[in-house]
């Protein structure tokens, strides 16, 4: 059910050379990006890389040392929290109280009456397969429920902006799965969505755009067709069965990411991909090479490898 | 509702409601007084029963006059509830056969006063058992009385001048307090003010201490990041001390009532109503209310600070040295309220809310020293409240590493 958007053009979240220092460390430096309304957002960075500083800025926990941050083309103030949902990384409800009552609480500094919020609640709790659950003290359920009640959390006042920090870290595939279904059906709404994540597989198939962030500052950033195109078509994948020494004797490779039976290379640049095939034939027995787009996870490494050299 | 307030509410109504139903509480607040009046009413209800017994006492005396006035007296004490067998016989072997019936339970209690005794002027009171020490001191006191009337007797008194001689000194304690309607205050006051500042003492540590496993609590279990995403430090802060400092004041009603529910029949129990003046109950509850915003505050940063009670607990315990150190200045203040040290602890603003409740209890300070006292504790509040939600604020965000006194200089200069 797709909703009438006024905002496709317009911008949700942008952060304009944003700066924030404890003390000595500077966590977030000069850093700047901008989310368009409805897209799904990845800000992706090594641990300590300053994601976490940037998200508590957009939603005011901390003030920007320098910068500005704008949400939905204004200069963020606290009324505009009634239109973002927040999920942590770090997960937190209170334990001793009942999940209504920990749905109800939020729910209301959300601007909501506690029993609309609690209505919503059993919506979700319905949608997400936990509604047997909603009486239920909070420390008597499994991390992965607690999760699903974070999750309902951020979205119980239907939120135009959605952060979601590692969102699927302790799901099994099957839950996993069902809130990926969830987070594309918000997208077909039309909400923003913005992901703060490791797990690059889940970035590629959910994102439009990307910022890769390093000691606080922005090292990649872009739609992700236009990131993996400006990347070059430099690597291939070997599934082989053998030596794999030949990847670092070839003179081939600048880089691998190699698991024993199955490799992801990065070739130097200017070097032929079929003289790896000949010199791979020649060392091992090939079940498939393939030359393809970088992964996200290989641009990564490699950004994150060289911004640190 | 502006939204600020609107939060801090919201955070108040949660932290009222969520502690009102937790077992601790009701335990503390309903059990516990019971409990307290149970153990101390046990012995009393045991003793008074005792003294309804009909007492079976054999009372052995070498002078007959004496017996018998020992006899009369203890009859008239007990409302005839001492049934006093004279002995006149005194010797070693009858001494021997009453004591055998003490312990065959045929006699409750055995009075002996033989011809050495008499000289000395002593007697033995023997009991199986120690259990009626109420009535006790009835028994030495219509015994010393008797032995004192036999002795004017012997000097050539008649009954009347003994009776004249013996007359009890009525001795009325008045002070010029200054209050209208107030013109003397009994011992039973001051036991019952004494009292009021042990409870002020004790509901300020523990709900200080209350607040700040809250916020560790609230810090350890992440929860606290989704809150600021929704409300300001300052009002989780506020919200949070509000609604503990209700639970804390409702407990100190409850208790008030009970005490009061309990006691007022009694009429002789120091919490009858009219021994407490209303003024005294409503300074009660103001310098408990700014006793509690000074101190929660103090405890709200310390939690946010550290990340677990085992961190905290050094700082826990510089919190409540002044706490401790006005609670062991309650009965010198009560005993000399306009002494230099008086004066000063009522001044301290950590102790004051204690020290110059104590001092307005048992006399009435000097107006400017009562204004003065108000000023710095209200000041004192504003600026402990500041810096302490500063520490909060950055406080709630940092885990890792223990902080020391240094980091939160620093962070009082955030953002």
């Known amino acids: 059910m797709a909703r009438t958007c006024t905002l496709d053009s317009m911008v949700t979240v942008e952060l304009e050379r944003v700066r924030k220092s404890y003390g000595e460390f500077i966590a977030v430096d000069s850093l700047s990006f901008s989310i368009s309304a409805g897209q799904i957002f990845g800000l992706l960075g090594p641990n300590g890389a300053g994601k976490t500083s940037s998200i508590r800025m957009m939603i005011g926990i901390i003030t920007p040392d320098e910068g500005v941050v704008r949400l939905f083309g204004e200069p963020f103030k606290r009324s505009h929290l009634h239109q973002v949902g927040y999920l942590p990384e770090e997960r937190g409800l209170y334990r001793k109280i009942t999940v209504r009552e920990n749905l109800a609480l939020l729910g209301q500094l959300s601007g909501m009456t506690s029993r609309d919020a609690i209505a919503r609640a059993h919506k979700w709790a319905e949608r997400l397969d936990i509604a047997q659950w909603v009486d239920k003290r909070v420390e008597e359920m499994s991390k992965g429920m607690q999760q699903k009640i974070q999750f309902i959390a951020a979205l119980l006042h239907e939120p135009e902006l959605i952060i979601l920090d590692e969102p699927f870290s302790g799901l099994d595939p099957i839950n996993a799965n069902l809130l990926k279904d969830v987070i594309l059906e918000l997208k077909d709404q039309g909400r923003t969505i913005l992901f703060s994540t490791h797990r690059m597989d889940q970035v590629e198939k959910l994102c439009d755009a990307i910022c890769l962030v390093n000691h606080g500052r922005a090292v990649l950033q872009g739609s992700l067709r236009e990131v993996k195109a400006g990347y070059g078509s430099r690597f291939v994948q070997i599934a082989y069965e053998g030596d794999g020494k030949f990847l670092s004797r070839c003179g081939l490779v600048e880089s691998s990411n190699n698991y024993g039976n199955y490799a992801e290379v990065k070739l130097c640049a200017g070097a032929d991909a079929q003289a790896l095939l000949h010199a791979a034939m020649r060392a091992a027995k090939i079940s498939r090479f393939e030359i393809m787009e970088p992964s996200l996870e290989q641009i990564f490494i490699d950004r994150v490898e060289k911004a640190n050299a | ?415």
């Open chain 2, 1 to 415: 509702m502006p939204s600020g307030l609107r939060n801090t509410w919201i955070i108040c109504k949660h932290e009222c409601s969520k502690r009102i139903r937790t077992r601790s509480f009701l335990i503390t607040t309903f059990l516990m007084p019971g409990f307290l009046a149970f153990i101390i009413g046990i012995p009393a209800v045991l003793g008074a029963h005792a003294n309804h017994a009909n007492q079976r006492v054999v009372l052995g005396c070498a002078r007959r006059d004496l017996a018998e006035m020992i006899r009369d007296r203890l009859r008239s004490n007990t409302n005839d509830s001492y049934n006093v067998t004279i002995d006149p016989d005194v010797s070693d072997a009858e001494l021997k056969r009453v004591e055998d019936d003490l312990d065959t339970n045929r006699l409750d209690g055995i009075i002996w006063i033989d011809a050495a005794a008499l000289e000395k002027g002593t007697a033995i009171y023997e009991r199986r058992s120690a259990r009626d020490f109420i009535w006790q001191q009835l028994v030495r006191n219509s015994i010393a009385s008797s032995f004192n009337r036999m002795r004017l007797a012997q000097t050539g008194l008649t009954a009347a001048q003994i009776d004249d001689t013996m007359r009890g000194v009525e001795v009325e304690m008045r002070f010029r307090g200054g209050r209208s309607g107030e013109t003397a205050r009994d011992a039973a006051a001051i036991v019952t003010v004494l009292l009021l500042a042990t409870v002020l003492f004790i509901t300020l540590l523990s709900y200080g201490v209350m607040i700040m496993r809250s916020v560790l609590e609230e810090k350890a279990s992440r929860v606290i990041e989704v809150l600021l995403c929704s409300a300001t430090p300052d009002e989780l802060m506020a919200g949070k001390i509000l609604g503990v400092g209700a639970v804390g004041l409702l407990q100190v009603v409850v208790w008030g009532t009970m005490g009061l529910a309990f006691a007022a029949p009694r009429g002789r129990m120091p919490m009858a109503g009219h021994v407490i003046p209303l003024s005294l109950m409503i300074y009660f509850a103001i310098f408990y209310l700014l006793g509690y915003l000074l101190y929660s505050a103090m405890f709200a940063a310390v939690g946010s600070a550290f990340n677990s009670t085992d961190e905290a607990q050094h700082w826990n315990f510089v919190l409540i040295s002044p706490l401790i150190f006005a609670c062991t200045l309650i009965t010198p203040v009560a005993a000399a309220p306009n002494s230099t040290l008086a004066v000063v602890a009522s001044l301290f603003p950590f102790s004051s809310p204690i020290m110059m409740y104590m001092r307005l209890a048992v006399e009435t300070p000097p107006v400017w020293q009562i204004a003065l006292c108000f000023a710095i504790l209200v000041g004192t509040i504003y600026v402990v409240q500041r810096i302490a939600t500063q520490i909060y604020r950055v406080g709630i965000l940092m885990y890792g590493k223990r902080p020391g006194v240094r980091d939160m200089v620093k962070w009082l200069r955030y953002a």
